[in-house]
């Protein structure tokens, strides 16, 4: 299903539906979604609220990144710590040589390359995509990697070296390049569910006014500054962009911070070694979503700033804690509960059957009335299985905008069929 059709069907799902952008006027969608996101917020804030007043420890509320990372500690983007502080990953499987071997596995470990080391660019040496009167081109000869834009109107062409491929390519892979002084996202997105170029998500799909335009479209400092520190590691330090100096990828300091005085301090046998390191496993259930939304967005992140269409289906913090289930935030029911940061991703919906399970009572018989539900097992028993249970309530959808299918994070009952 893709998003406009589930849009059609189910418009509780996608509170500001592609139909609407038809009939409104852009002002008009404006200050719906503005109303949309209070509204939202409020009944959200009640929610937590709640929770609170009910769970035996306090419970903090999800907030936004630029929130988080003004708080003292590391924090993912944060962004303070010095160069000399981070030590890398060679010094960290000194002592945990097993996690960082399987971490290396994981997408993460890719979620930015510098463009020469870049295989789909090296498998896919000559990729071409035509817009309107432009033809954009991407030709890999060894080490480089070139963006050609041509137009129809005898104009010289527009060439620029990519600098930095951005996705492992799983799903896709935008490039980077630099031009006077600036950093630009490219046009132009590799999909490996066509194998070839289309337009990135949240770029113009109408035809671009100029060959620089088709190119790629400049990125503001702030826009570049999060990309990176979200993407590389250490790219960002002194509160400063340095892109010479980003390690490639998501490693072990990116979300453990900067490891040089927790380093120091185990090779001294000093006691407090081990809190001189950020462990993402002592924060709460909505701290630890939080956590992981830095970079996935949390949900404060996205009502605030992006937006509720269809593109949020990719932000898994913020379609997680939509969910019912989260009314009451529960450490089982977290981003790590089922993913393993330390290692790749599990893609058999078996794999989480035991997680779901968790919470929800696995005998068709017993009574899961409020009654008798006990705090250990508060959600009811399935009626229809208790295995691949995300297949019907964690479907996956397919997104036309981003030629993607995506794991929907918003936990629900399956709609029955008519």
């Not at 000559?126 to 109107?153: A, M």
């Not at 002084?181 to 998500?201: A, C, R, V, W």
């Not at 770029?203 to 790629?216: I, M, T, W, Y």
């Not at 794999?351 to 399970?357: K, P, V």
Request: charged fraction near 20%; proline fraction near 6%.
């Amino acid at each position: 299903m893709t998003v406009q059709a589930d849009a059609a069907k189910n418009p509780q799902h996608h509170l500001l539906p592609a139909a609407c952008f038809s009939t409104l006027t852009q002002r008009a969608v404006i200050v719906l979604q503005l109303a949309l996101a209070i509204c939202v917020l409020a009944s959200a804030c009640l929610a937590q609220t709640s929770a609170q007043t009910s769970a035996p420890v306090n419970m903090s509320m999800s907030m936004p990144t630029a929130a988080r990372v003004q708080s003292p500690g590391w924090w993912p983007t944060k962004g303070d710590a010095t160069r000399d502080s981070f030590v890398g990953t060679a010094t960290c499987a000194k002592c945990h040589a097993s996690k960082v071997a399987t971490q290396q596995k994981h997408a993460m470990a890719s979620a930015a390359v510098h463009a020469a080391d870049a295989e789909i660019l090296r498998q896919h040496d000559h990729l071409s995509f035509r817009l309107g009167p432009y033809r954009e081109e991407i030709v890999t000869k060894g080490q480089k990697s070139v963006l050609t834009v041509t137009g129809g109107n005898g104009a010289a062409p527009f060439s620029v070296d990519l600098l930095w491929a951005f996705g492992v390519g799983h799903m896709g892979q935008t490039y980077v390049y630099e031009r006077k002084g600036s950093y630009y996202e490219s046009h132009l997105t590799f999909f490996s569910s066509s194998q070839d170029l289309n337009i990135t998500p949240g770029q113009s799909l109408a035809p671009p006014s100029s060959l620089e335009d088709a190119a790629g479209r400049r990125m503001p400092p702030a826009e570049t500054r999060a990309c990176f520190a979200c993407h590389t590691t250490a790219s960002v330090t002194d509160n400063q962009l340095d892109v010479n100096g980003a390690v490639p990828g998501v490693t072990c300091e990116a979300c453990h911070g900067p490891g040089a005085s927790h380093v120091a301090a185990m090779k001294a046998d000093k006691e407090d070694g081990g809190r001189l390191i950020m462990n993402p496993s002592r924060l709460d259930p909505v701290e630890s979503v939080d956590f992981c939304g830095a970079c996935h967005r949390t949900w404060q992140d996205v009502v605030t700033n992006i937006g509720l269409g269809a593109l949020n289906l990719r932000f898994a913090p913020y379609r997680l804690e939509n969910s019912k289930c989260w009314s009451k935030p529960d450490a089982r029911l977290t981003c790590v509960a089922c993913h393993d940061p330390h290692q790749p991703l599990e893609h058999d919906p078996a794999a989480y059957d035991s997680r779901c399970l968790n919470c929800h009572v696995n005998r068709p018989d017993t009574k899961t009335t409020a009654d008798y539900r006990d705090s250990d097992h508060p959600g009811a028993a399935c009626p229809v299985s208790t295995k691949n249970c995300t297949t019907c309530h964690m479907p996956k959808v397919e997104s036309s905008i981003q030629h993607s299918t995506f794991t929907d994070h918003w936990i629900r009952k399956p709609l029955r069929q008519q």
